[in-house]
């Protein structure tokens, strides 16, 4: 993969490539071939993106669900295949394969729906804390500084001795400005719901405060914009056989609840 390839904000990274009908090529980070496996949220954000091509354009994305297979390599770009599983008179489905290597690296259903009227009702969820503009952004996650901004809230728990672990409670938005497509905002939303882990809090004697993603679940409610500052915060639901199972929110700075998230992480215990 040439220099060229890399992408460098959120706008390149969701301007997939179109190879043939329903097959489309991602590019990766330019931080990419820093780490040792691709970002999740890249994955997930431009196979939604993948789907959304599909999909008329009053169908707006409303949830997904993807498996996390192997990891993703910066060497080569991501290869998105999507099936049109159907077409309903309110509702689309889709189910994307990420392939690299001639492998699926993240299987992912997602499904689309046209707005409809309906009564609103929002369940009691954390309340904002500390507002964006009374914290500092974090220079120490340069994974990401090409593309977004984070305003990590203070910790409540010590770090678990082996990494500083991305925090359970950020204010973040992308980096620049995003088009108005609102596509391309659940698709910046995607990418920011894979940031950290709802266990980096936690002080259970070897349990992991985080660890590869398994497998992610996520509900787009409320219209916002990812280039605004967004409140994610995560909290943990259970751990055991090496799993750990936790739940999240996004809501924008009015409060409004943009989505949910829930999921799965490996935290095997460090080895000996």
Same mark, same amino acid.
């Given at each position: ?34 780490w040792p496996a691709l970002f999740g949220g890249q ?113 409540? &728990?010590? $770090?678990? *001795?082996?990494? !500083? ?7 973040? /938005?992308?980096?620049?400005? %995003? ?31 985080g660890g590869p993603s398994i497998d992610h679940a ?21 751990? &055991?056989? $090496?799993? *750990?199972?936790? !739940? ?7 409060? /409004?609840?943009?989505?949910? %998230? ?11």
């Amino acid at each position: 993969m040439t220099e060229a390839e890399r992408v460098t904000d959120m706008v390149s990274l969701l301007d997939i490539e179109i190879i043939d009908k329903d097959i489309y090529r991602g590019y990766n980070e330019k931080t990419a071939a820093e780490w040792p496996a691709l970002f999740g949220g890249q994955v997930v954000a431009q196979a939604l993106r993948a789907a959304a091509y599909t999909v008329n354009e009053e169908r707006l994305p409303h949830s997904l669900h993807g498996y996390f297979l192997r990891p993703g390599v910066a060497d080569i770009p991501v290869l998105l295949q999507v099936s049109r599983d159907r077409d309903g008179r309110s509702f689309s489905a889709r189910h994307v394969v990420a392939i690299q290597h001639g492998e699926v690296i993240f299987s992912m259903s997602a499904s689309f729906h046209v707005r409809e009227p309906g009564a609103t009702f929002v369940g009691e969820l954390p309340e904002p804390s500390i507002d964006w503009e009374d914290l500092e952004e974090a220079p120490l996650y340069n994974r990401f500084e090409a593309t977004l901004r984070i305003r990590p809230f203070p910790r409540r &728990g010590p $770090a678990d *001795g082996v990494r !500083e672990r991305f925090p359970a409670r950020v204010w973040v /938005r992308v980096e620049g400005d %995003l088009p108005d497509d609102p596509v391309v905002h659940a698709c910046a939303l995607a990418y920011i719901s894979d940031l950290g882990s709802g266990f980096a809090e936690t002080t259970v004697p070897g349990l992991p405060q985080g660890g590869p993603s398994i497998d992610h679940a996520l509900w787009f409610h409320d219209q916002v914009r990812a280039d605004d500052w967004l409140r994610m915060e995560m909290w943990p639901l259970k751990a &055991g056989s $090496a799993r *750990g199972l936790y !739940e999240g929110s996004v809501h924008d700075a009015r409060g /409004r609840l943009a989505a949910m %998230l829930t999921q799965e992480t490996l935290l095997r215990p460090p080895r000996e």
